[in-house]
Structures are given as C-alpha cells and as structure tokens.
C-alpha cells in the first residue's frame, strides 16, 4: 500500500521528523538546556501552581504525587466532564493533603471545554489524565499556553493524533517546558538498572525481546435511564478504542515500550499481527478486543515479539524478555530482574515508587531550569502500539511509514463533541476483512 498524505503534507517518518526539527527515537533523550525556564534557580522557592485536567482514579493518583513531590506546590484547578468524578477526586486529595489542596469553587471546571478553562486558570503545571482519545488536543493547548506538562500515556488513539504530540513536544522543547510521561515503568529503579545492563551490551545484540501482559477483565458501569450515547461512552471509555485506542494502547503499551527501550528506541521496518474476541464478545465491551499477537521486525533482524490478552480466569503474566549473543535478560516486572550469560547479574538494589519518581524528577528539571522532555519517545512507543493494534485489527503486515501515515481518526471531529452526539466508533475490526486505511 502506498504512504497516504495527511494534514502535514508527505510525511514519511524521517522527513516528518527531519522537517520539524524533531529528533529521531534512537538519540539520547536527557535534560534539555537554554533559556531559564519560568522557575529557575533563581525562583526555588516559587509557588507552583496545578492543574488537574481529568479526575479518574489515575488523576486523583497523579496530583497526589504532584503535591508530594515538591513542598511548593499547591493544587489549585481541576477539569472533568463529570461533576462527581471531580468532587470525589478533590474531596479525596484533601483528605490526604489538605493544605495543599487550594481549589476554589469558580476554578473547578465541568464539561468537554473544561481543560481550556484550567489551563487558562492561572496555573503553570497541568497533569493530562483524561481518556487518552482528547490527549493530542489537551497537550497541543497545554504547551501553547506555555504550562509544563505531566502526560500520561498512552498519548494518543491514532497516527493523527500521535503527530499532533510530536509537533507539541517540539514546540515544547522550543519553549523550555518540562513535558513528563506517564509511561511509568522507564523511572523505576530496578527496571532502569536492568534495562541499562541490556543497552550497555551486557546480552551482547539482541536478537529477540518477547513481552507478555496477560490478565484478567476490567471494570465496567452498567447504563442509567437518564444516560445520552455520549455519556455511556465516557462512563465506559475504556471499551471504545476513539476513546482508549483499545487495550492494546491503553494498557499493553507498556510492554511495548519496553521492547522499545531495550531496542534503543530505534522503530522496527513492519508488523505482523494478529487478535480478536473471544471471551469478552457482549455489548458491553464496545468495539475492542480481549487479545493480541504480534511480531515486530528490526532493521537487524532482530524480532520484537508483543503477548496480550485480558480474559477472566486465565493466568497472569508481565514479562519482558531480551534474548542477545552473549545471554538472556529475564524481567518479571515487579519481582526479579536477572542476567544470566557472559555477565550474569541480578538486581539487589533498592526498591522505588515509581509513579512518585516521575513526579520527582518533573517539578525537579521545572525548579533547576533543565527542562525534561520525554515527548519524542512517549509518542513512538504509543504509535508502535497503534501500529500493532493495526496489524492485529487487519491481520495484514504493516510498515512503520504506512502506519505512521495513516489518516484514520476514530473519533469525531472536535468541535461536535457534546452529549447528544450519538457516536458508535468504528466497527469491531475483523482481521482479513477490516481494511487498513
């Protein structure tokens, strides 16, 4: 299949990047330093002021380690579609940290244009916790208004989308803004020093990395009376792939992005793949999946090799697993971390929270001046992701620049979100017979 024209003109990849001035995945990736940033070492003592743009359980969890992370830094804004979900969120955060919880009455925001009225509340950093399906347009707003941004993944739905964050991360690095991803797992201890074995050589080339993220259902909210279309949707965002990308995106992600890292962050030229329902096949589920298979191929022959599946009753497994020359990586994440070979090692150090060291790290680069900025890599391993949902919704192989060009975008257009619209997504793909567009 021919590479499609999108909004940005021809892009393959390369001359996208090459165009915008954007670095390539592979290349090093540490603090940027310029020009002060808004709160530099002259202004330590600066009260930093946050926003909250999305009040989930995962946003409620993300401005709680906000406000830990620095003694400076107040809570001052929150945004949802949801009014409740927003009360219970605040009414959680003060419960824990009430001094620091400082949002009035008028600067709690409800409804689709809540994140616009955050950002524009005065703050200087906003944490985007929304469905991921609103992320390019939440960061594209949140970096033109010049706020330092804490991101969660996965950052986008489709390759639209993921362009959209490229150029936002660009534009950040521009302006000297700190943009952190929630892609959790590259700021925990162990998993940094095991992944710094493999890139340091210590398994020799890598010739496979198998990942696996397997378990069990999700939640889900049974339908009101009083429920639009819309509002069922957002309630059960999590089973419309416009909305989640479906769990591929949302949730394997991660596994992803560790092959991807122990990869160096260089793309693979195709995917192959494969998926489907099985056992979560009711109405209810929306239009995703309950599994995925999927084989990645590198430049150098090597194969990244992607396992997932949630279906009740089945067993767990989150696993990476890097096969080289010289030995093997072993990595149950969350329990042990071995090398074993050449230069066999086990990981005995200490133990972090993870989720606590993202927020650590991003009001630290904000305070010191040395902007961080994980914009480029988080939006390549969401988009290999996209891609691998790709290939497991057609069952066709896809190359990198096919999937990065695509014009698919599975949700509306932005300015008819509203909560008569009555929105269905795309039909649950059929591999073989769903087309790749």
């Not at 909305?243 to 995106?249: H, K, Q």
Request: glycine share 10%; with cysteine.
């Amino acid at each position: 299949m021919k590479n499609k024209k999108s909004i940005l003109g021809p892009i393959g990849r390369r001359s996208f990047l090459k165009e915008t001035g954007i670095v390539l995945a592979g290349s090093t990736l540490a603090y940027h330093t310029g020009m002060a940033a808004p709160f530099s070492t002259t202004r330590k003592q600066s009260i930093l002021k946050v926003g909250l743009i999305g009040c989930g359980g995962r946003g409620t969890g993300a401005a709680h380690e906000a406000l830990e992370a620095d003694p400076n830094v107040v809570l001052t804004a929150m945004g949802d579609v949801f009014e409740d979900r927003l009360e219970e969120a605040f009414a959680s955060l003060t419960k824990i940290n009430p001094e620091k919880v400082k949002v009035e009455k008028q600067n709690k925001f409800i409804g689709f244009d809540a994140y616009l009225k955050v950002i524009q509340s005065g703050v200087d950093v906003v944490l985007l916790a929304t469905p991921p399906g609103f992320r390019p347009l939440h960061l594209t707003a949140a970096i033109d208004a010049g706020k330092h941004v804490f991101c969660e993944k996965p950052v986008a739905v489709d390759a639209p989308g993921v362009r959209k964050v490229l150029l936002a991360a660009k534009k950040a690095k521009e302006k000297n803004l700190s943009l952190v991803s929630g892609f959790c797992f590259r700021y925990d201890s162990a998993i940094r020093a095991a992944f710094g074995k493999v890139l340091d050589g210590a398994v020799g080339d890598i010739r496979t990395v198998s990942t696996f993220r397997n378990g069990g259902e999700a939640w889900y909210k049974p339908r009101q009376p009083e429920w639009t279309q819309m509002t069922y949707q957002m309630r059960n965002w999590y089973y419309h792939n416009w909305l989640s990308g479906d769990f591929i995106v949302e949730q394997a992600v991660h596994s992803i992005d560790m092959m991807s890292w122990a990869m160096g962050d260089k793309m693979p030229l195709k995917a192959t793949g494969t998926g489907g329902r099985q056992k979560r096949v009711d109405d209810i589920y929306g239009n995703i999946y309950d599994h995925f298979a999927v084989e990645f191929e590198y430049e150098n022959g090597a194969k990244g090799f992607h396992f997932t599946r949630q279906q009740a009753g089945t067993s767990n497994r989150n696993s990476v697993d890097v096969l080289g020359t010289d030995g093997n990586a072993i990595m149950n994440i969350g329990r042990d971390y071995t090398i074993t070979g050449k230069n066999a090692w086990k990981y005995t150090g200490p133990k972090n929270n993870m989720y606590q060291t993202e927020h650590d790290e991003f009001f630290a680069s904000i305070r010191n001046g040395k902007s961080k900025n994980d914009g480029e890599w988080m939006a390549n391993s969401t988009m290999l992701a996209i891609w691998a949902r790709m290939a497991g919704y057609t069952g066709q192989t896809i190359t990198w620049d096919q999937a990065f060009n695509s014009n698919q975008s599975l949700g509306p257009n932005l300015e008819d979100y509203n909560w008569d619209l009555k929105w269905e997504g795309p039909e649950i793909a059929k591999p073989g017979i769903t087309k790749f567009i």
